[in-house]
Nanobody, 124 residues
Framework: QLQASGGGLVQAGGSLRLSCAAS????????MGWFRQAPGKEREFVSG????????YYADSVKGRFTISRDNAKNTLYLQMNNLKPHDTAVYYC???????????????????WGQGTQVTVSS
């Protein structure tokens, strides 16, 4: 089970830190990812991190602004979001992929488990 939290309403240029708490499985056995879905749009890849945390990947739209990390001892995934922009407004989902090790997939179909989502709204 994945439980995402940390969303909210923030002004453009502000910051938020999302968390995703995992339970019921061995967290370190999963590549983890963050996706987002804006109204009327498809769910898109935001960032992902390898099982050990030594490799991370970002969508071009968030590079330099977002940082993904994980704490395997605490079974928790994070997404630090800085310099937020109105187009970052979306529901953010965490997801787990148990098939890959260090390669991070950007495809939603490759992730077996999903959190419930947390709303991020950035006002201009």
């Amino acid at each position: 089970q994945l439980q995402a939290s940390g969303g909210g309403l923030v002004q453009a240029g502000g910051s938020l830190r999302l968390s995703c708490a995992a339970s019921g499985r061995t967290f370190s056995s999963y590549v983890m990812g963050w996706f987002r879905q804006a109204p009327g749009k498809e769910r898109e890849f935001v960032s992902g991190i390898s099982r050990s945390g030594d490799r991370s990947y970002y969508a071009d739209s968030v590079k330099g602004r977002f940082t993904i990390s994980r704490d395997n001892a605490k079974n928790t995934l994070y997404l630090q979001m800085n310099n937020l922009k109105p187009h970052d407004t979306a529901v953010y989902y965490c997801a787990a992929d148990g098939q890959r090790y260090s390669v991070v997939s950007t495809y939603t179909a490759d992730y077996e488990y999903w959190g419930q989502g947390t709303q991020v709204t950035v006002s201009s």
